[in-house]
């Protein structure tokens, strides 16, 4: 006898909640922190988002009362309930912000400045003494990050800054021996950075490692050009289009390895996981010397003869695409 009244009115609190919706196209909405149920429901019922604060309210009680803050994609069609739900879960709307491997702390920031879907500044505030305040070369893991849209900046820079604190913390556990002539995780992360810039090759990292550790063990100058454009531009790591002229080799600066023996007092940028275990397992080779090859790798030399023939053939290439 009741039967079909209450099958009705199931049917009419299904419709009301999971399937009616005023949602014509996807709308962002924020709910920013500090904001009440009652807040959130009368926006959405100006947005013309919902129809009903009291079908939102009670959504919202039935999904545990809650909602939390964030930048949310309410996509088409979406009903009440669904809203609630994704409100209570924190389904914010994401971003994905890539840091490539080999910049440095400068370029980086002007990365994440350069995003308009993240917030805040890239420095803190006089006074702060966070980790992150204090961010220097060697310290952030550029890897692919997927957080909120909206996501603070220098959050964003301490996740990468976590990261790589962890890959510290898990090269430490395993108590490898290290090769000669590096010391600590400092000197692995610098000649890593060294590594990271000279080449884009993974199957050719081990090799150069290898060069700049025979080179460190004969007590030879390593020579790096990346190390001079790290103290020409102010640690920046970019020429801007400029030359690397031979006058520039003679900079005055503990990072000039043309000046100064051994490894640059700290990392010249930011590195990945592939030159880092270049440096811990590098190739067994004899070579001391690399030059370009004209199609993004290098040739190897175990004597400055052979180095000086490549560099020859170098030269060539150079001439012969600067008038193509």
Same mark, same amino acid.
């Given at each position: 006898?009741f039967?079909v ?10 419709y ?5 919706s005023?949602?014509?196209?996807t709308?962002v909405?924020?709910v920013?922190?500090?904001d009440?149920v009652?807040?959130?429901?009368g926006?959405?019922e100006k947005?013309?988002l ?14 545990g ?12 069609y979406?009903?009440?309930w669904r809203?609630?739900?994704?409100f209570a879960?924190?389904d ?9 491997e080999?910049l440095?702390?400068k370029?980086?920031?002007?990365l ?5 879907a ?8 006089p ?11 060697g310290?952030?893991f550029p890897d ?6 909206g996501?603070? $900046?220098? @959050?964003?820079?301490d996740?990468?800054?976590? !990261? ?7 090269? %430490? &556990? ?6 000669k ?8 992360l ?8 000279e ?11 290898s060069v700049y550790l ?6 030879m100058?390593l020579?790096a050009d990346?190390t001079?454009?790290?103290a ?10 400029r030359p690397l ?8 600066s503990p990072?000039?390895?043309y000046?100064n ?8 940028a930011?590195v990945g996981?592939?030159?880092i275990r270049a440096?811990l ?7 001391l010397f690399?030059?370009?090859d004209?199609?993004?790798?290098? $040739?190897? @030399?175990k004597?400055?003869e052979?180095?000086? !023939?490549?560099?020859?053939d170098?030269?060539k290439? %150079? &001439? ?5």
């Open positions: 006898m039967v009244p209450v099958i009705l009115v199931l049917v009419a609190l299904v009301m909640f999971c399937i009616h005023t949602v014509q196209q709308v909405f924020n920013v922190p500090g009440t009652s807040g959130v429901a926006r959405l947005n013309k919902i129809d009903s604060q009291q079908v939102f309210k009670m959504a919202v009680r039935l999904n009362g809650k909602i939390q803050s964030g930048q949310y994609d309410i996509p088409k979406a009903s009440s809203i609630a739900d994704m879960d924190g914010v709307a994401s971003v994905t912000i890539v840091i490539p080999g440095t702390i370029q980086i920031k002007n994440l400045l350069q995003s308009s993240l917030t805040g500044a890239v420095e803190c505030q006074g702060n003494k966070a980790p992150v305040c204090s961010l220097v070369d310290q952030v692919t990050y997927t957080v909120a849209r996501a603070n $900046r220098l @959050a964003l820079l996740l990468a800054r976590k !990261k790589m604190q962890g890959i510290e913390s898990a090269w %430490k &556990k395993t108590n490898l021996k290290l090769p002539p590096l010391k600590n995780w400092n000197d692995v610098t000649l890593a950075s060294i590594v990271q810039k080449t884009p090759q993974v199957r050719e990292m081990p090799i150069v490692a025979n080179r460190l063990n004969k007590g100058r020579q990346p001079v454009v790290y020409l531009t102010d640690k920046l790591g970019d020429m801007q289009g002229l031979r006058g520039h080799l003679k900079i005055d990072y000039n390895t000046k023996k051994g490894l640059p007092p700290a990392p010249i930011n996981q592939n030159a440096v397992k590098p190739a067994d080779t004899n070579y690399f030059v370009a004209g199609q993004g790798g290098h $040739r190897f @030399a004597d400055y052979t180095h000086q !023939k490549n560099h020859a170098w030269r290439i %150079k &001439k012969i695409k600067n008038k193509n």
